[in-house]
């Protein structure tokens, strides 16, 4: 294990031991991400026999919290991944395990594990207090024997889905949002097997992720056209003399506004190699592995491949590791000769990582889509701060941004060439319905409604809530005006639903000008409902104090309101 310090200046420092690290471990797949939203990337790392769980101690240090998380050990571990799968704002971790095999020999085909032992993959939820509890068995995604895995909502339903690969090939576990995932197949049975790596990426600017893989058998790498997340088919590459291919992932080295492919294999006689595929748009993908000098690069035993743009100059560079060898740094010279944008992002109610974010970049006539993962290739995981090729765009026209729970957000007119952090707004995705009235200049906002009356909200698995049939809005007097000879209220649809009434009624509550009247309301998502009646409340007062669950004083914020 080794943890390498970016000094800015294109050097790194080897801080392993002053970070609490061990570099005598042996490890095998990394994930990162904030899995307890306090601010600093933690660290999940995969061992033959165990899987580490680090936490950032925000000092240059990391605190070995595996058994205080509740990890078992079990093995042999491969890849890890971190992954909001219930879209609740915390990242879950998802071990993938395999079985013994031998490693790859020159000349030889790569020979397949025999019915071994085998302990399963294992999906364990995080429960937002520094502990995971174990949901394999109640979603359903342990699966065969396996190498890698990716979090992506490939079917566009906004629920993660995962992509898993294992000696049989690739598989779908499709997030239904609540009980076991079903697994699919989606391809043709002539896709090669085994696999190895996954990257996924919108090719063809269709708002729909493909899929590559790299395989242990020829081609080596394949790439996989979505359907409209029905099935998926083929796409011509350029060919390899590859017998097997390990890391890949997608990148745009020129920043033309077309992702490209990237990938590392090996030849029959065991020379590793890597090749780079760019994307001709319409006119499909062209080998320009000679052209970028890549060709130049003597690999041996070449596995995982990570993209990055380490000096921030806005040209993706490229890393990549050997089996028992030095890992290899490539430096993109002029990819950043078109215009650019590079995008962090923070979520605010989502994990602090965005892992799980969908990206759409639109700039002119180019719409790009994107999605930020806790684990691509083959054993690794990308940076999670987005380089986004312009062409010859100066700006990008809008970002927009889904976050996990569903909420949206648009950035209009970024300027390109340079780095822009969005933070995620402070909204839901959907909530309740809201009613205006005309104050005679202008609609007022009253308030929102029918927040009990929702049908089908989701309270526990198998459980959903009793709609509240009816509601009390109390609208004050003096925000009432005629418009043209009647009083006048819009109900509006800001959010995510829509909104069904069978009555409206307007109640008038004369009382004395001393008093306060307010309708007998509050929150009950199931019965019984509060009967109607009308509070009559004298000489209110503002609150004592407010804190709210983490002892801060919220008063000032509600007195505003």
């Known amino acids: 294990m080794a943890l390498y310090r970016n000094l800015g200046s294109g050097k790194y420092e080897d801080v392993t031991k002053k970070a609490g690290l061990d570099p005598a ?33 925000k000092n240059g240090r990391f605190h070995d919290v595996t058994q ?21 704002g915390d990242l879950d971790l998802y071990v993938i395990r395999s079985q013994e095999a031998p490693a790859p020999r020159p000349r030889e ?37 396996s190498v890698s895995a990716v979090g992506t909502d490939y079917n566009n339903d906004r629920a993660v889905d995962i992509v898993l690969i294992d000696w049989k090939g690739p598989t779908i576990f499709e997030n239904p ?113 000679a052209e970028a000098g890549l060709d130049k690069v003597q690999l041996k035993d070449p596995r995982a491949l990570i993209t990055a743009d380490y000096d921030g100059d806005g040209a993706t560079d490229l890393l990549i590791t050997q089996n028992h060898g030095p890992v290899v740094l490539l430096h993109n010279e002029g990819g950043n000769q078109n215009h650019w944008l590079r995008l962090a992002l923070k979520g605010l109610n989502d994990n602090k990582s965005a892992i799980g974010t969908k990206v759409e970049v639109f700039a002119e006539a180019n719409r790009q889509k994107f999605e930020i993962y806790g684990s691509s290739g083959y054993l690794g995981q990308n940076s999670t701060e987005l380089v986004v090729g312009l062409g010859q765009a100066k700006e990008a026209d809008v970002v927009r941004m889904l976050w996990p729970t569903g909420v949206l957000q648009d950035e209009i007119q970024i300027a390109g060439n340079r780095e822009q952090s969005f ?7 959907s909530s309740c319905p809201t009613l205006f009235a005309w104050d005679g200049t ?47 209220f819009r109900f509006m649809e800001p959010l995510e639903e829509s909104v069904y009434l069978d009555r409206v009624q ?29 509070v009559v409340s004298q000489n209110a007062k ?20």
């Open 177 to 289: 949002r609540e009980g076991k995932f079903p697994a699919r197949t989606p391809w043709p049975p002539n896709v090669p097997h085994p696999s190895a790596g996954i990257a996924v990426l919108d090719f063809n600017h269709d708002a729909w992720m493909d899929i590559a893989f790299t395989h242990s058998a020829p081609p080596g790498l394949t790439l996989w056209r979505n359907n409209n997340g029905k099935t998926f088919e083929p796409v011509a590459l350029p060919a390899t003399d590859w017998v097997r291919g390990w890391g890949v992932a997608a990148i745009d080295y020129d920043n033309d506004g077309w992702v490209d492919l990237v990938a590392v294999g090996e030849t029959k006689d065991g020379k590793g190699g890597i090749r780079l595929f760019r994307n001709l748009g319409p006119d499909g993908f062209k080998d320009v592995t």
């Open 25 to 57: 471990l042996h490890a095998i797949g990394c994930t990162v991400g904030d899995y307890d939203n306090d601010g600093a990337a933690d660290l999940a790392v995969s061992l033959k026999d165990r899987v580490l769980l680090l936490h950032n101690q």
């Open 68 to 88: 205080s998380a509740g990890f078992r050990n079990a093995g042999p571990n491969v890849g890890v991944t971190f992954v909001d799968y219930d879209h609740d």
């Open 423 to 429: 933070t995620e707004i402070d909204r839901r995705g």
């Open 442 to 488: 202008h609609y007022q906002l009253i308030g929102d409604m029918l927040g009990a009356g929702v049908v089908g909200h989701w309270i526990a698995p198998g459980e959903r809530n009793i709609p509240r049939p009816e509601e009390y809005i109390k609208v004050d007097r003096k925000l009432l005006r005629e418009k043209d000879g009647k009083l006048s």
């Open 506 to 534: 307007l109640l008038a509550i004369d009382h004395p000008a001393d008093l306060d009247v307010y309708p007998n309301e509050y929150f009950a998502s199931n019965p019984p409902y509060p009967p109607f009646k009308v």
């Open 542 to 561: 503002a609150p004592a104090g407010a804190w709210d669950d983490r002892g801060h004083d919220v008063l000032p914020d509600l007195l505003k309101h």
């Open 109 to 145: 085909p790569i020979s397949l594990p025999s019915d071994n032992a085998w302990s399963g993959n294992v999906m364990w939820r995080n429960n937002g207090d520094g502990t995971f509890t174990d949901v394999t068995q109640d979603i359903g995604v342990y699966a065969d024997p």
